[in-house]
């Protein structure tokens, strides 16, 4: 009987569901506390998680303090960065888990037309100061071929557009989405648009601490639940929600 009541009790706490703490920081649409799931990046993570019984609860700080908390060990995981070797020394990656695609934002009355950068010659470009392009954009702008005004935030951008200051810039798929649908007047928003063919792309990860012994497990568990999403076809989806507008704020 007590080895009934024990195989019981244990096979009840196998299936009760681990809790995880996960640091982010604010970045609509990808991650927001004001955010339906939090954004897009943390609904594909609970997800993910949850398809191998583990739930996931949310810390936001600025990025820097999201960043060191989980490279001390104080919450399980971080989410979402780019690759650096210096990440790399304090964290384990996860598999890829979102694919930033950076595209060029334009007035939809223009004819906008590009293969590579040399093409943008014509064009009056929008950029930001401190923001990273590519080596490539650098160059162009010092041999005099592009034609590029840098501003200090990139919602100047949105303005020296609707404005007819520039005529394009680059931006990251759905920061610039989540802009237009929630900054903008439904008539400024009807005069832009945007070039399928991607700038660049930059993959980002899940990071969990080295420190703690019980990283390396919890990655693996991460990494088979995001397989599961991406072959239900649910990753795909709940990318196209959050671009429909479906991650924004609920209206009180």
């Known amino acids: 009987m007590c080895l009934s009541i ?3 009790t244990a096979a009840q706490g196998a299936d009760q569901a681990r809790t995880i703490t996960i640091s982010t920081g604010e970045y609509p649409p990808y991650a927001s506390k004001e955010f339906v799931h939090f954004g897009l990046v943390p609904r594909i993570v609970s997800e ?4 191998e019984n583990i739930e996931v609860e949310y810390r936001f700080f600025p990025w820097a303090r999201s960043y060191e908390l989980s490279r001390d060990g104080m919450v399980d995981a971080t989410a979402y960065w780019y690759y650096s070797k210096e990440r790399q020394a304090d964290h ?3 598999d890829p888990l979102f694919e930033d695609v950076i595209v060029w934002f334009h007035r939809k009355d223009l004819d906008f037309q590009w ?3 040399g093409d943008l010659t014509d064009y009056r470009i929008g950029a930001v100061n401190g923001y990273t392009y590519t080596p490539e954009f650098y160059a162009l702008i010092k041999q005099g071929i592009l034609s590029v005004e840098f501003v200090n935030r990139d919602q100047l951008n949105y303005r020296k557009l609707v404005g007819d200051r520039i005529d394009a810039f680059p931006e990251t798929l759905d920061t610039g989405l989540y802009y237009i ?4 007047t439904p008539a400024q928003a009807a005069h832009i648009t945007y070039h399928p063919q991607p700038f660049s792309k930059k993959r980002t990860f899940l990071l969990a601490p080295r420190i703690k012994p019980e990283s390396a497990e ?3 568990a991460f990494n088979r639940g995001l397989a599961r999403l991406i072959a239900d076809g649910r990753f795909q989806q709940f990318i196209s929600e959050s671009r429909l507008g479906g991650s924004l ?3 009180n």
């Open 48 to 51: 993910a998680f949850a398809s």
């Open 249 to 251: 704020p609920p209206i």
């Open 92 to 94: 384990i990656y996860s």
């Open 6 to 8: 024990l195989v019981a």
């Open 218 to 220: 919890l990655i693996r």
């Open 115 to 117: 293969k590579k950068l």
């Open 181 to 184: 649908q929630s900054n903008l």
